[in-house]
């Protein structure tokens, strides 16, 4: 693969990871609830979800999928049914009242730090990594229009006359790196600064209902809009 080639293969992903979805609704989900650097386990699930669908795409059954209406529509529908059971169930998850750190009756300077470091500890503790890393690969990998998307996108920078496996290898992992960059440098982050916000049970509670909301509303997208 030639330089101009990767380099527009390069910016594309940029994009395409910028584009909200709901990959990016559960890094930030995961963000807000878990912490930054626990939200990485649901990243890399959605990741094995991408390299899936990539190895179909690569082996040729990305074109079954597509032309099989009815496969399609299973698999459609399955998808949006558990980004729906997603949001249901941040909608009806209980808040955790934060923990009260010893000696928080002082005003100190540290005392911050302090409940930041225990509210941290109280919410890396909720979610298993596996949980995470789960729960990121069915949100990606039962969306069948991610193939189908593969299907049209890989083959722009495929060159049938050159050996195929370096350049979806190539293809691969700079759509993995990409995204893991933008999920957990941009999404992963951006909801990191409004996790003070999720120090409180109010705080919670609007949180899981926004959160909620958006599962169920790209659910809804994904089953009536063709």
């Known amino acids: 693969m030639s ?23 559960n890094t930030m989900g995961n963000s807000l609830n878990v ?5 990485i386990w649901g990243i890399l ?12 795409v690569a082996l040729g059954v990305g074109v079954l999928v597509a032309s099989s209406p009815v496969l399609f529509e299973v698999i459609r529908y399955a998808g949006a049914a558990y980004l729906v059971y997603l949001g249901i169930r941040q909608l009806i998850a209980k ?4 923990p009260v750190p010893a000696g928080s ?22 979610e298993s990594r596996w949980s995470m890393f789960r729960r990121g690969l ?14 049209a996108f890989l083959p722009q920078f495929i060159r049938p006359n050159e050996p195929l496996l370096p350049q979806y290898l190539i293809v691969g992992a700079t759509v993995v790196v990409v995204d893991v960059i933008v999920m957990w440098g941009f999404f992963a982050v951006a909801a990191h600064g409004m996790r003070r916000f999720t120090r409180s049970v109010r705080g919670q509670r609007i949180v899981n209902s926004v959160f909620g909301v958006l599962f169920i509303g790209v659910g809804l997208l994904l089953a009536l809009v063709h």
């Open 35 to 39: 912490g930054f650097r626990r939200s």
């Open 3 to 25: 330089v101009s080639l990767w380099a527009t293969l390069l910016a594309a992903c940029f994009v395409i990871s910028f584009t909200p979805g709901a990959g990016a609704i």
């Open 45 to 56: 699930g959605q990741q094995a979800a991408l390299v899936v669908h990539i190895v179909i």
């Open 105 to 126: 009756d002082d005003d100190g300077g540290d005392e911050p730090d302090a409940t930041d470091a225990a509210g941290e500890a109280s919410a890396a503790a909720s």
């Open 95 to 98: 808040p955790t009242p934060p």
């Open 138 to 151: 069915w949100v990606n990998l039962l969306n069948p229009k991610a193939i189908v998307f593969f299907l």
